[in-house]
């Protein structure tokens, strides 16, 4: 069993920025494949990044390509989610989560957070 614990969600006006931690408790830790995901208010959650057990590797939905920057530190058990130019649209809740392949789909992930709250104000 892997707990998931987000924190740094917060309120941010147009343009800021915010960093995201999740830590994990689990002794492996690297063996997993970290995800982001989020989900707006009535709406269905959707894959954000994710990032490959050494950190190698990362891929980005499109709509946060070139604003976000997902990290882990496996010494730490945390991964990351540094988000910049944030706009209105990326107020959800968002989601670590915890896989064993390299997925955007929401079923590809066994082990999930509690959320942290984002929201951007205009």
């Known amino acids: 069993q892997v707990q998931l614990v987000e924190s740094g969600g917060g309120l941010v006006q147009a343009g800021g920025s915010l960093r995201l931690s999740c830590i994990a408790s689990?002794?492996?830790?690297?063996?997993?494949?970290m995800g982001w995901f989020r989900q707006p208010s009535g709406k269905e959650r959707e894959f954000v990044a994710y990032v490959s057990w050494s950190g190698g590797s990362t891929r980005y939905a499109d709509s946060v390509k070139g604003r976000f920057t997902i990290s882990r530190d496996n010494a730490k058990n945390t991964v990351y989610l540094q988000m910049n130019s944030l706009k209105p649209e990326d107020t959800a809740v968002y989601y670590c989560a915890a896989g064993v392949g390299m997925a955007r789909g929401v079923n590809s992930y066994t082990y999930w957070g509690q959320g942290t709250q984002v929201t951007v104000s205009s």
């Open positions: 689990t002794r492996t830790f690297s063996s997993y494949v």
